[in-house]
């Protein structure tokens, strides 16, 4: 596997960011594919200034990329940043979370926006 070196201390701060279960799962559910904000309301059984608090800061550090369609916002991994094949690494270490998205589609609470 050919991979970039990146220097320590953007590693270190994407590491950080990881190391919140919060954040971890985030990134998780966005594995295979975008999520809107109330749907990581539902799914982390969290408060929506909460979840958006998360979401900022992995937005600030370019691991997730925001999509406006309406009056929803979808989130989606950062596939092009520079530190992405440690957030890969880790993905691939941490439970999947597609069921949890497949229950969400199934009560009909996922928002499809295309």
Known sequence: ???????M???ASVL???GDKTRLTI????KDGECCV???VDLLNMSQPSV??????LRDAGLVKERRNSQWIFYSLNKDHE???????????I?????????LEISGRRIRCD
């Open 1 to 7: 596997m050919n991979r970039t070196a990146i220097e």
């Open 95 to 103: 439970p999947d979370q597609k069921e949890k998205l497949h229950q």
């Open 16 to 18: 950080k960011l990881l």
């Open 9 to 11: 201390e953007l590693a």
């Open 52 to 57: 958006s608090q998360h979401l900022r800061k």
């Open 83 to 93: 530190a992405f094949s440690i957030i890969e690494s880790v993905i691939q270490l």
């Open 27 to 30: 990134i998780g559910l966005l």
């Open 38 to 40: 109330c749907e990581f």
